[in-house]
């Protein structure tokens, strides 16, 4: 299990940007939440990138069943807890009430309205049409504008292209990481620990890959792409799935590919001076997303399809698909069955692996991991 130590200087961190009198504001981790407009306005955006234990999850119950997603409950069971390690949750300020599905909206609501943050709102449409980009527009504006009010002052286009500048280049930065042939439990603890700590992680990370000081990927182990619901910090699974003699390769979920793959070009950049309109144009052209983007399941089949080909003549080793469902996340499981079937009948083995935090399922989790990379 991963080192949580980390979190302590993430709370330090906060603190001292609060010091120099920034707000936090606190959201679900999905995409399309514009964290660069965060940014311009000088705050700090903290994605919920949490959860992984029993604790968290049966502290939410006070709140909504336990048929709600595991995720969601965990978010809610962090503000309710509060455990030592999570102590920089009394520092966020605001939090974002957005609806990349029917959990994120309840569990950001009840943390807004019971934990006492203010909410801000952000909701995006679950089409593409004109219309939905015109409405995507005029979301950003609002909050553009919200964030404004708190600040005070005018979020100027010149302040938020730099944003977009900065993280750009954090994303490439995380591209050329996700390249590593490191282990993945390596590989997604720097994922983790950028995606929370933001380009502020930039130089530590640049380090690492100049250095290329992490310790290679075992020969032996099964090369594994983790596709559905993201790996969250404190969690186990990953542990689980190298004991067994697997290693992910490749992380297609939002804590990995979906965050870093929505990466300008630079001739976009340079030729825009209409900073508000790159955002709307990158939800345009987000399709790994699962927020209810037109062909989700096809563009997930053929990405995941050449990504297996490629690495098969590039390493001559035939790669696994772990479909990581964690328990009622409808967006996951409701189309489980069909990429099943269809990876399976190009030729790519897939497990689905359906599943809550408790820790009672550990052993059960674990035999099924074992005997998918026996059969692989
Ligand atoms: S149901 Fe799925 S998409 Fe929604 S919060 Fe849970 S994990 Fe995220």
């Given amino acids: 299990m991963e080192d949580l ?36 306005a000088g705050f700090i955006p903290l994605r919920m990138i949490f959860a992984g234990n029993d604790e968290l999850m049966d502290a939410s119950h006070d709140f909504l069943p336990p048929s709600t997603c595991s995720f969601a409950q965990s978010c809610i069971g962090a503000f309710s807890i509060k455990p030592s390690d999570y102590k920089f949750l009394d520092l966020v300020d605001y939090f974002i ?8 909206i309840c569990a950001s609501e009840i943390i807004a309205k019971y934990y006492d943050i203010p909410q801000l709102s952000f909701y995006v449409s679950y089409t593409k049409t004109d219309n939905s980009l015109k409405y995507f527009y005029l979301e950003l504006i609002d909050l553009k504008e919200n964030l404004e009010k708190i600040k005070g002052f005018e979020i100027l286009n010149q302040d938020l292209m730099n944003s977009i500048v900065k993280y750009n280049n954090f994303k490439k930065k995380l591209l050329d990481l996700s390249n590593l042939s490191i282990p993945g439990s390596k590989k997604l603890e720097l994922l983790q620990k950028a995606i929370l700590f933001g380009p502020e992680y930039l130089p530590k990370l640049e380090k690492i ?4 000081e992490s310790t290679q990927a075992k020969n032996n182990s099964k090369p594994i792409l983790l596709t559905g619901c993201s790996i969250f910090i404190n969690d186990y699974l990953n542990d689980l799935i190298e004991e067994s003699g697997g290693n992910i ?13 929505q990466i300008f070009d630079d001739n976009v950049l340079n030729s825009s001076n209409e900073p508000i309109n790159l955002l709307v144009e990158r939800f345009k052209n987000n399709i790994h997303g699962d927020h209810s983007v037109p062909n989700f399941l096809e563009t997930k089949i ?16 035939k790669l696994g698909v772990i479909n990581h469902i964690i328990k009622f996340c409808d967006h996951m499981s409701i ?42």
Wanted: glycine share 6%; aromatic share 12%.
């Fill in 5 to 40: 130590d980390f979190l302590s200087d993430y709370y330090l961190f906060l603190k001292e940007k609060k010091e120099e009198g920034k707000k936090v504001i606190g959201f679900i981790s999905h995409d399309n939440i514009p964290e660069e407009l965060i940014d311009a």
């Fill in 97 to 104: 009430v957005s609806n990349h599905c029917v959990s994120d």
């Fill in 209 to 212: 890959l100049q250095s290329q």
């Fill in 249 to 261: 390769v490749f992380f297609d979920t939002w804590v990995g590919f979906n965050y870093y793959s």
């Fill in 302 to 317: 053929s990405h995941i399809e050449e990504f297996s080909k490629n690495y098969k003549s590039r390493t001559g080793k």
């Fill in 335 to 376: 189309m489980s069955s069909h990429l099943k079937n269809r990876l399976q009948e190009k030729g790519i083995q897939v497990l689905n692996l359906e599943r809550d935090y408790s820790r009672a399922n550990r052993g059960q989790l674990s035999t099924r991991i074992e005997a998918f990379l026996e059969m692989m």
